[in-house]
């Protein structure tokens, strides 16, 4: 593979960007030497069109022998919290943002509660972000400034962490299951242990990690004819991946163990929740109920435009009209 420069008619073939041309070479040059000592024999899976597959392995390491998740069957509410956040429009000033939080709840093997909150608006300008209490430090409120991308997913951080904040101070005993890893730096707990906890449980449950990628565990696992799980790394906050059906995909978790073991919060998980290809049901109400459709988002910029006296620009699509296409079209 080389770099290609293509310089101007008339031109000749040396440019300014040849010296950076050679530093790219170079550096493959060294990306190979150490890809050839850390990729070789591994298992790779591709993605498509850069989003992330799921892995299928078709051996597993005979060493690896993961526990079974054995129902423990004693009624306790699971609740799922998911949330979506989306841009609906900007000023020269700044930014307006939409967001919605679902929460559903299974009993007994059954879905049997759901709630949805929102839609909850928010706008993001220099004089900070209004529509939500956030407590954002200075780096924090630039950050959502310089990226939409960014913002949504602070937005949806902040808004998630008040719901199962509030879960977790019920009276009762519940399992509360939040979408994502507890031990992402970016995540809604960024590692710790949300305080006032009570009597209740804090699971994350994640629907991609690159430990699916642990080729002897993914494979036991999958190999494995009934609910199993394997814990991957210990500390007050453990890391496991783990299968709810004997048919059904492996998904990460992250379990604190905080006076029960880690095998007992899976079995109350198994036993209260319903799962279809290992997927808990009470997760995958709350992502479906959380998200805008076509129709609401009309439905907004109709109330937004209506409620705060908004005059609409004519827009049209940037990267079509700049970007076009070689063969000429747009």
Request: proline share 4%.
């Amino acid at each position: 593979m080389h770099n290609s420069i293509l310089s101007l008619p008339g031109q000749g073939q040396s440019t300014v960007l040849d010296s950076l041309a050679v530093e790219f070479e170079e550096s493959l040059a060294d990306l190979s030497a150490s890809a050839e000592r850390e990729l070789s024999g591994m298992h790779f899976a591709f993605s498509r069109y850069g989003k992330e597959l799921y892995p299928y392995f078709e051996e597993a390491d005979a060493g690896m022998v993961p526990g079974c998740i054995i129902p423990i069957k004693e009624g306790r509410p699971v609740a799922s919290v998911d949330s979506t956040c989306v841009l609906v429009g900007e000023t020269c000033q700044g930014a307006l943002y939409a967001a919605r939080t679902a929460v559903g709840i299974s009993y007994e093997g059954s879905l049997r509660r759901f709630f949805r909150l929102g839609p909850i608006l928010a706008y993001a300008s220099q004089n900070g972000l209004s529509g939500i209490r956030t407590g954002l430090s200075h780096s924090e409120q630039s950050l959502i400034l310089s990226d939409h991308s960014m913002a949504e997913g602070v937005i949806r951080n902040v808004i998630e962490r008040k719901v199962v904040d509030r879960l977790l101070q019920s009276d009762d005993s519940i399992i509360v299951m939040a979408d994502g890893s507890l031990r992402h730096p970016m995540g809604i707990f960024e590692g710790s242990h949300p305080p006032n906890m009570g009597k209740s449980c804090l699971v994350g449950f994640s629907k991609s990690s690159n430990l699916i990628f642990s080729e002897g565990v993914v494979g036991a696992l999958t190999r494995s004819d009934k609910p199993s799980f394997f814990v991957v790394d210990g500390g007050v906050l453990k890391t496991v991946l783990a299968k709810f059906t004997p048919d059904g995909l492996v998904f990460r978790l992250d379990v604190p163990e905080d006076g029960e073991a880690v095998a007992s919060t899976l079995g109350r998980i198994l036993w209260n929740d319903a799962f279809a290809s290992g997927y808990p049901d009470s997760l995958k109400i709350a992502h479906h109920l959380s998200v805008f459709t076509s129709a609401e988002d009309q439905a907004l910029k109709a109330l937004v435009t209506k409620r705060f006296r908004l005059r609409h620009l004519p827009t049209f699509s940037l990267r079509r009209i700049a970007l076009g296409s070689f063969r000429g079209g747009a």
